[in-house]
Structures are given as structure tokens and as C-alpha cells.
């Protein structure tokens, strides 16, 4: 297409320098590439911890120990990058690489526990691998455990990019601040929502359409909402919420062992052990 633009040389220039007037983000070099970043990187370190799962390259010979070490020192590298323009401000950036990369084989043990509970709480799997390469939800909890990792070490905006990231592709919204313990289970997925301060315990199942949310905001003088309490629900180990549940609050305790039922709305506690299969109103006098 070889069109001239309607608009002039000098418009064209005029409305260059009107958009790049407030000098956004004139400080912080190498954002536009994050994205492209945040991709390859997930895509690097999930080859490395299962390379005969996912290794860009047709291999048929066993994954080597070389060949995984090429991955994690591309990844770190990579990583380094991403620090200095998404954490300019960031202390001991190299330290923060290191932890991250030493923090690699617990996620890993974490999310094998992840796989095994899909596979014996989903009757239509038919293997570990058709679970790690067409569940949506492997997809999203592999990306959260690996953002949850970085955002324990105060990483700013990389961890909330990688769980969007696999919030576009899944339908699934973990905040990477949410704390999730072992043999998690999320079956179908889409419109799943589990907020910041979210804490689950192990052995949980969840199914679609699920919300873990906040039940109000706190304001400050100005009307903004107060960061940094606690909005949202406590899950204790061994429990089922069933599909379109709804949870809310941060002073909400679903105790160990309760099953959810579907549709089901709450933002009361739940002792231990209950099954709710109706919201239930609870008055204050």
C-alpha cells in the first residue's frame, strides 16, 4: 500500500512532540520490549525444569545437563535485563537473579505436586503430559508459582505481567501475591479469580467461574483505595469450591475439609469440615 497519509509532514511532527510531551517513562529505557520478554522467559525456564516437556527444539535424545544449563544462563541473563528496566531502583539485582534461580527446583517440586493432584482429581486425564501440555490450568499455575517466586523477593511490575500474561491466555486470574500451597487443581478454569492477598492451603480443588475477591475497599481521605491489607479469603487445606462460587472478604475462613457448592455466595467463615450448598445470611444485631 503505497497511500499517502492525509496528514502533513509538519501535523505528523506537531503531533509527535504533543504525545511525547509529558516525558512518560522517558527515564525507564527497554519497557516497550518487556512483554516480548516476559514471554520468552516463561518459555525458558519451563524448558529448563522440564525439558522433554517443553523444549523448543525437536530433540530424541534425553535432555542433558548441558543443554539445561544453556537455558537457565539465557534465562538469567534474560532476567537481568528485565530487572533493569522494569526495577531500575532495585537493590542487588544480580542477588535477586540468584535467589530467584535457586528458588527453581522447590517451584518445580511444587508444581509436580500440581500435576499429580490434576491427574488423580480430573478421571478424564490420561497422563502427567496431556496434563502439563493442554490444561489450562498447568499453564496458569506454572506461570503463577514462577511470578509468586519473584514477587516474594519484591520484584516490581515483572510478576504481575507474567500472571496477565497467563490471565490472556487461560482465562485464569491468579495475582502472583496470592500464597498457594501443594497439590493445587483448577478443572476447566475459565473465569477463575483469585485476588492479592488470597492464602489456599494444600489439596485444594477449585472449578470454573470461581472468585476468591475482595468484599469492599477501605478508602483514604482522597477516596482511593488503602493498598496493602488484607481483602481477601483464607482456604484451608483439603476443600472443593465448586463452579461460580463466589468467596469474599478478607476476614473470611473456609475451614479444612469444606466442600463449596456451585453458585454458592459467601462472605462469612465456614467451620471446618461443612458443606454449603445455599449462601446463608447471617444478620448483625
Known sequence: MNQASPLSSDRLWQLSKELLSDGTFADTPGLAALKNQVITLI????????????????????PSAILVSTRLERASLLLMDM??????DLPDRE????????ALPAVKALLDTDVEAAYNGD???????????SYPAF?????????????????????????????????????????????????????????????IGHHVKLYQGVTLGAKSFDL?????????????????????????????????????????????????????GETVLAAREIREN
Not at 530487572?83 to 531500575?88: E, H, I, W
Not at 542477588?95 to 535457586?102: I, L, S
Not at 523477593?153 to 496470592?178: Q, S
Request: charged share 15%; net charge neutral; with cysteine.
Open 43 to 62: 518459555g525458558l525456564l519451563r524448558s529448563a525444569m522440564w525439558p522433554h516437556i517443553f523444549s523448543p527444539e525437536n530433540t530424541f535424545r534425553e
Open 83 to 88: 530487572l533493569a528496566a522494569a526495577a531500575p
Open 95 to 102: 542477588g535477586v537473579v540468584c535467589r530467584f534461580f535457586a
Open 123 to 133: 478421571p478424564a486425564a490420561r497422563s502427567t503430559r496431556e496434563i502439563m501440555l
Open 139 to 199: 499453564e496458569a499455575i506454572s506461570i503463577f508459582r514462577l511470578a509468586h517466586a519473584l514477587f516474594e523477593m519484591k520484584v516490581p511490575l515483572l510478576p504481575r505481567m507474567m500472571t496477565e500474561y497467563a490471565h490472556r491466555l487461560t482465562g485464569i486470574d491468579i495475582h502472583p501475591g496470592a500464597s498457594v500451597g501443594s497439590h493445587f487443581f483448577i478443572d476447566h478454569g475459565t473465569g477463575i479469580v483469585i485476588g492479592e492477598t488470597t492464602t
Open 220 to 272: 483514604d481521605p482522597d477516596g482511593n483505595p488503602v493498598k496493602g491489607v488484607k481483602r481477601h479469603p483464607d482456604i484451608g487445606n483439603h476443600v472443593i469450591i465448586y463452579a461460580g462460587a463466589t468467596i469474599l472478604g478478607g476476614q473470611t475462613v473456609i475451614g479444612d475439609g469444606c466442600v463449596i457448592g456451585g453458585n454458592v455466595w459467601l462472605t462469612h467463615s465456614v467451620p471446618a
